[in-house]
């Protein structure tokens, strides 16, 4: 049976999932690989999403209407007066040195800021503060700021890679750890299995079992909210699947009795 028929039967049905325990091993672990690399996808969507969002947000910061500035000390230093609301179109920005306005005041609007010691990078109901003391005593100016961002945004394209790669990796190990935790989890209820089973034949249905909920987790990264209680839902379908599977096992006949 190839990975792609591995994959859609596990994600629906847990009596496949029961006869799964034949497979080898080492064809359970590039299962492993295979379906990490399906749940990776949308990981990588939303990291190259939020990468170009920054990169576009600096933009705006950085436009030319935004008055000269100096970061000293973790304070923002311009000569300009009181608030400024600079940009239209949805792209306005908030620039305030003189302290009037508050970080959580705009974090609620979902509006970007420069203000006199954060800045809030605006994204729907999910904005970003930063303050400037984060990056120590480093100073800087409007001009260097935008030099940064231009060169930042040539690396974009061999950072994403790069970070969707690592990504990749962690959650691929991070991956097994879930299977053995959730193997535990099967060593417990083996006695609900009308047929023994051996730590071998766990496991391997445990790496079938997490499909479903890997593949809704990370679906729920391409979502422009926090979805709450995330882990919660995931444990609670593994353990579902598992269980199932477990019930889904053949029972062994009962031999009749000679007359």
Do not use: C
Request: proline share 5%; glycine share 6%.
């Amino acid at each position: 049976m190839s990975m792609i028929q591995l994959f859609i039967k596990s994600l629906y049905s847990p009596l496949h999932i029961a006869r799964f325990r034949f497979q080898k091993i080492t064809k359970t672990i590039l299962y492993i690989f295979f379906l990490m690399a399906l749940a990776s996808i949308p990981a990588g969507i939303a990291l190259s999403q939020s990468l170009s969002h920054v990169s576009d947000e600096l933009d705006t910061l950085l436009q030319e209407d935004v008055p000269d500035f100096s970061i000293e000390n973790g304070e923002l230093i311009s000569e300009a007066e009181g608030p400024q609301t600079i940009g239209e179109g949805g792209r306005e920005l908030i620039f305030d040195p003189s302290g009037e306005v508050t970080a959580e005041e705009i974090a609620s609007s979902g509006q970007s800021a420069l203000l006199q010691e954060e800045v809030v990078i605006g994204s729907g109901d999910n904005s970003q503060v930063y303050s400037y003391s984060q990056a120590g005593s480093i100073s800087f100016t409007k001009q260097e700021l935008s030099n940064l961002a231009a060169s930042l945004q040539d690396v974009f394209y061999i950072l994403i890679p790069v970070a969707v790669v690592g990504l990749y990796l962690l959650n691929t190990t991070l991956k097994f750890i879930g299977i053995f935790a959730l193997s535990v989890f099967g060593l417990m209820i083996r006695k609900t299995s009308p047929i023994p089973l051996s730590y071998r034949f766990i496991w391997t249905m445990s790496a079938f079992a997490v499909t479903l909920p890997t593949m809704i987790i990370a679906l729920l990264d391409l979502f422009p909210f926090q979805i709450p209680a995330v882990f919660t839902i995931y444990w609670v379908i593994a353990f579902f699947m598992l269980y199932r599977a477990f019930r889904s096992l053949p029972r062994p006949k009962k031999s009749s009795s000679p007359a």
